[in-house]
């Protein structure tokens, strides 16, 4: 029993000591963090400035990296640039040719131009991304995208040699210089003619776009054509009509010509229209007026000559003094002009060469100025017709021209007498412009998209459908038949204008100001073939009521 005991308080001593063992083991840690507790936060602060520095250090290395690799390229480029030039200038040593000389004949200075330079930028990014697409599609697509680009190589050309040579005096000057490019637009031409090809919408749509590069022969606001920019703008509108047919013709069918449709028209707009606007928006810069004409090739500059050695001059007369005392002699020499006239004047009586007037020489002994109206007397002469306002205009006359110009202008200039001109092949998108023409006739047989009347007198029209507007400007007794539709005619400082209008175009809106004598005749409703009469005012009557002025036209009444 006491030794139950006694081992029971043994245990429960043990007990207790395990217990203080566990407790103080616990309480270590505590001790531990908490003597750890005051120096955590200086050893966290110079730990992040550690990190900063060796963030710093990794970021220069990569610099310094990114650097020698850029180098590295650069070096590349160069090394391989001047292997490139060392292959040609050897092929140009084996083939036996100068090496001196450039593949194009292009002067370094006008190449290196500033223009020049971002127009080889604007065609390697626009031509070059067509070309991509264009070989993915390959066969006659390629071949007409070669063209194009072969076009804009032409440009080019023309654009340096522009800077080199005299600005020609008309477009019949230019001929030769634009020859090279108006063979390569032919070239594209000829591909879309004859029987239709395959993939005749993107060669079309080459070919059509074209004329497009002709603004490098712009010389000026009177030279028929249109400024850079709206040139360009233009063109390109006759082409998108067949690169929008490619747009929906392999629409979710083939993605590669798509690309290609889209390819083309940046090129243009607003590759191109951007590029001149930036850099040429009056035309191509040319050479000074002493330069090379643009018909003759460039000559060599003469050998200046020695200049030949002046005689001395003559010594000057001896200088008369300014007062003289003595009377300067009286020359011998006879007067001549107005101090003829004086002296004769003078040395004559004045009544000395008028003739005495006789009775019968009075008007009140003249029997013709009796002041009666005889009956046998002839009338007086007219006076002279005083010249109305549109024939009053003065303007040159030049050669007759009956022409397209740039494939959308149809110009007539100057006809006398002709009573059977005619234009027969012409499209809606074609414009037709009449100037300076007389006492002749001219028949437009299709549809155009409009057509100018100006400074015409007594000229006869005929047309059938315009798509915009019909004017005359500045004429003088013309007549105009529509044989189709019209939306707008318009009639602005003309004397006389007979307008017939057919059953299609009765629709039409006639403007007209500072004009007279303007009938207008109109099918009759009742008999096929005759034609009724109205007369369009011209005065008219302007009130003032209700705080505004109304304008209406007079009415004549009674016989």
Known sequence: MVDHIISGICCRRRGKTKKRRSGTASRKPQSHKAATAGIGVPRTRAHARTRERDDGRERTHREEKREKSRSGSMETAIVERLEAAVARLEAAVASG?????????????????PSIVAYDEFVAEGVGRLTAAAEKIGGKVLDATKVLAEAFAVAKDLLVQAKQLQKPASMADAQDFFKPLSDVITKATVMTEGRRPDYFNHMKSIADSLPALAWVVFLGKDCGMSFPTAHVEESWQMAEFYNNKIL???RNKDPDHIEWA??????????????????????????PAGGALVSQPKAAAPTPKAPLAKAPPPPAPPLAPLFSTEKSPKSSQPKEGMSAVFQEISSKPVTAGLRKVTDDMKTKNRADRSGVVSSTAPPPAAAPEKA???????????????????GRKWVVENQVGKKNLAIDDCDSRQSVYVYGCKDSVLQVNGKVNNITVDKCTKFGIVFKDVVAAFEVVNCNGVEVQC?????????????????????????????????????VMVPSG??????????LPQQYIHSFKDGQFTTTPVSHSGA
């Open 248 to 250: 929906v013709e392999y």
């Open 526 to 535: 009742v008999t096929d073939g005759d034609w009724v009469e109205h007369a």
């Open 483 to 519: 044989q189709g539709t019209a939306p707008t005619i318009s009639i602005d400082n003309t004397s006389g204008c007979q307008l017939y209008l057919s059953k299609d175009s009765l629709g039409a809106s006639i403007t007209s100001a500072k004009s007279s004598e303007i009938n």
């Open 97 to 113: 040719s100068s090496p001196l000389a450039a593949p194009r004949d292009l002067d370094a200075p006008a190449a290196s131009d």
């Open 388 to 406: 109305s306002r549109a024939g009053s205009f003065s303007f040159k006359s030049g050669p007759p021209k009956l022409e397209l110009q740039m």
């Open 262 to 287: 889209k390819a083309l028209k940046d090129l243009y707009m607003p590759g191109l229209r951007d590029y001149v606007k930036k850099y040429y928006p009056l035309g191509p810069v040319w050479g």
